[in-house]
């Protein structure tokens, strides 16, 4: 059976459609990572999750009922240790989900480097390394699927979020040119792109009508479908793709456009104190 997300024109797909399929997931003791993992089990997949949080990460296996394995993706030894211990435990992984990120905002004249080279080393230099290590793994079998999470700001430039539109800007070239790489030793690389999520990444920002933002299940959801039937790039939800036409426009149409719009400044004026929680946790 295939049900659609009411309003969002992506589909939830179920009835064990992923036939026992061995997923890992990094960032998935929490929000879209999280969420993806519910739906993985409910559409049939084993599911492990990763996350350097331990405390969070027991908890969400836990709740989930799933094994849980601590991962730091920005360290190459401990990813290959995190897919060891997911084939040691549930068997050779079939899919790798890069989804740990982070997304510091804010006037990039005032970002400390400490804070770049996080950015650069979790959402990029992680996707990179993990795809790496999957690959290796899935080439010789001849089979694999690796699935980055991106973003529609990978597509959307916007002042206050030049560290991040550059990170994801990163995460989709590179899985278009590495699909187009290991397709033919039957390995996809497929790249998904959510619009703004109702996770910690978007607490003190204040959006308006012009910038559409969805639930995690959503993205989910888009997550377990290009699974189900891989493609090279999708976004969630799918009334988003216009954003892959966005590069094309005249750069005076697109600053018309963002002034107008308000998404000048969406990103330069936040509520720090509501976002400084996050903001702790993306510098541990």
């Known amino acids: 059976m295939n049900l659609r997300n009411r309003g969002t024109g992506n589909r939830v797909l179920g009835d064990k ?22 739906q993985l089990l409910a559409a049939g997949a084993r599911v492990v999750i990763g ?3 331990a405390e969070v990460l027991a908890k969400a296996a836990a709740d989930l009922g799933v094994e849980g394995v601590e991962v730091d993706v ?12 997911t084939e040691r435990r549930v068997g050779s992984i079939d899919v790798l989900i890069n989804n740990a990120g982070i997304m510091p905002v804010g006037a990039f004249l005032s970002f400390d480097e400490t804070l770049i080279r ?4 979790i959402d990029l230099f992680g996707v990179i390394i993990g795809s790496q290590l999957a690959a290796q793994r899935m080439t010789s079998r001849r089979s694999g699927q690796i699935v980055n999470i991106a973003s529609v700001a990978g597509r959307l430039p916007m002042p206050g979020l030049a560290v991040y539109n550059a990170v994801k800007a990163g ?8 699909d187009a790489e290991l397709s033919g030793q039957g390995v996809r ?3 998904v792109m959510p619009t703004f999520t109702r996770t910690g990444l978007i607490s003190g920002l204040t959006t308006n009508r ?43 149409l697109k600053r018309l ?16 104190a509501a976002r400084a929680d996050y903001d702790a946790r993306m510098r541990r």
């Open 17 to 38: 459609v992923l036939g026992d399929k061995v997923v890992a997931i990094t960032g998935g003791a929490r929000g879209i990572g999280f969420e993806t993992a519910r």
């Open 51 to 53: 996350d350097v949080d």
């Open 74 to 85: 920005t360290e190459r030894t401990v990813f290959a240790s995190f897919l060891d211990e």
């Open 118 to 121: 996080r950015a650069l080393d």
């Open 171 to 178: 995460v989709i070239e590179f899985s278009e040119a590495l």
């Open 189 to 191: 690389v497929s790249t």
């Open 210 to 252: 012009y910038v559409q933002t969805v639930e995690p299940e959503v993205v989910a959801a888009a997550v377990v479908g290009v699974i189900a039937a891989p493609r090279t790039r999708v976004a969630a939800p799918r009334t988003m793709r216009w954003v892959d036409t966005n590069p094309a426009l005249p750069q005076a």
């Open 257 to 272: 456009t963002r002034r107008r719009t308000g998404l000048d400044r969406i990103f330069l004026d936040y509520d720090g």
